[in-house]
T-cell receptor
Framework: AQSVSQHNHHVILSEAASLELGCNYS??????LFWYVQYPGQHLQLLLK??????LVKGIKGFEAEFIKSKFSFNLRKPSVQWSDTAEYFC?????????????FGTGTKLQVIP | EPEVTQTPSHQVTQMGQEVILRCVPI?????FYWYRQILGQKVEFLVS????????KSEIFDDQFSVERPDGSNFTLKIRSTKLEDSAMYFC?????????????FGPGTRLLVL
């Protein structure tokens, strides 16, 4: 079964600081990788996704993530965070299970950006 | 842009009562899912549904839970006799198909509080 690890549970940054959130997964087959964001009081929104091709994927709001297959990692980055980026970020893996897709989420990283 | 919608946004119920959480998936989507997120914990897969039957379910989805597509638009999750530990945010999701390379779109969630 697939699993996802997010090692940073809570990150506090000042505005304009650079961000990198770690995500590691375990699964023996082909995976699709996602980052979702959950702003306070709102629902999960897709930030970016990797299916195949260029391992560096760009998402909305200036976020990007790099898939490193050898490290089973899919870290999320942003060069300069803003206060509005305060949210919880979930890494997720989508893999076929019994012929149907199933998304497995990490435990989430709470990002707090201080103005 | 089409969205998954869920009602109600909040529900408070007494332990032992039945609750029905409702979801309207995106209209051309064929696969439907329920996830839950207990406060402070990660999002967990509950069940996937296709062609009017459950395609996969997790160990959380026991006999107290059931899902149904009562008409052409709604997708419901019923908890027959709620327990305190059922208190969580319940997310519905849908996807166009269940293929490996597919994105699930999430609704805003229903926050269930069991007293």
């Amino acid at each position: 079964a697939q699993s996802v690890s997010q090692h940073n549970h809570h990150v506090i940054l000042s505005e304009a600081a650079s961000l990198e959130l770690g995500c590691n997964y375990s699964y023996g087959g082909t995976v699709n990788l996602f980052w979702y964001v959950q702003y306070p009081g709102q629902h999960l929104q897709l930030l970016l996704k990797y299916f195949s091709g260029d391992p560096l994927v760009k998402g909305i709001k200036g976020f990007e993530a790099e898939f490193i297959k050898s490290k089973f990692s899919f870290n999320l980055r942003k060069p300069s965070v803003q206060w509005s980026d305060t949210a919880e970020y979930f890494c997720a893996v989508n893999a076929l299970s019994g012929g149907y897709q199933k998304v497995t989420f990490g435990t989430g990283t709470k990002l707090q950006v201080i103005p | 842009e089409p969205e998954v919608t869920q009602t109600p946004s909040h529900q408070v119920t007494q332990m032992g009562q039945e609750v029905i959480l409702r979801c309207v998936p995106i209209s051309n989507h064929l696969y439907f899912y329920w996830y839950r997120q207990i406060l402070g914990q990660k999002v967990e897969f509950l069940v996937s549904f296709y062609n009017n039957e459950i395609s996969e379910k997790s160990e959380i989805f026991d006999d107290q839970f059931s899902v149904e597509r009562p008409d052409g638009s709604n997708f419901t999750l019923k908890i027959r006799s709620t327990k305190l530990e059922d208190s969580a945010m319940y997310f519905c999701a849908s996807s166009v198909d269940g293929a490996d390379q597919e994105t699930q779109y999430f609704g805003p969630g229903t926050r269930l509080l069991v007293l």
